[in-house]
């Protein structure tokens, strides 16, 4: 099977998806990563998930990879009140894929803290 990538987000403070949250995807490229292109952006829906791979299976190339949420625009539109500025904002996981397989990699967040798994 050709490899593919997708991804989903929680809301573990308030115990639902995050729907509504941006995320973007780079490719990291150059021997230490420092180069990046922008591959694809989304929006999470009702269920907290992309409603497609963010990176389907005809874009997927083995290599070094980030997803940058969008935390803190996401917990500004919700109405989370925190200081400024806030202690999470955009939150980067970066990773790699090596194989053609699915990875999932979603993320688990709340104001305070955030963490995340190669998922299935």
């Known amino acids: ?49 992309t409603g497609a791979p963010i990176l389907a299976q005809g874009d997927f190339r083995p290599g070094r990879y980030e997803l940058v949420f969008h935390v803190g625009a996401w917990l500004d539109a919700q109405g989370h009140e925190a200081a400024q500025p806030r202690f999470l904002d955009e939150v980067p996981i970066r990773f790699g894929m090596a194989e053609d397989s699915h990875y999932h990699v979603p993320l688990l967040v709340s104001p305070y803290g955030f963490s995340t798994y190669r998922g299935s």
């Not at 115990?15 to 922008?38: N, V």
């Open 1 to 49: 099977m050709p490899g593919f990538l997708t991804t989903h987000v929680l809301d573990t403070a308030g115990g639902q998806p995050a729907a509504g949250m941006r995320i973007t995807l780079w490719a990291l490229e150059g021997a230490d990563g420092a180069d990046r292109r922008k591959l694809a952006e989304a929006v999470t829906n009702a269920d907290g998930r």
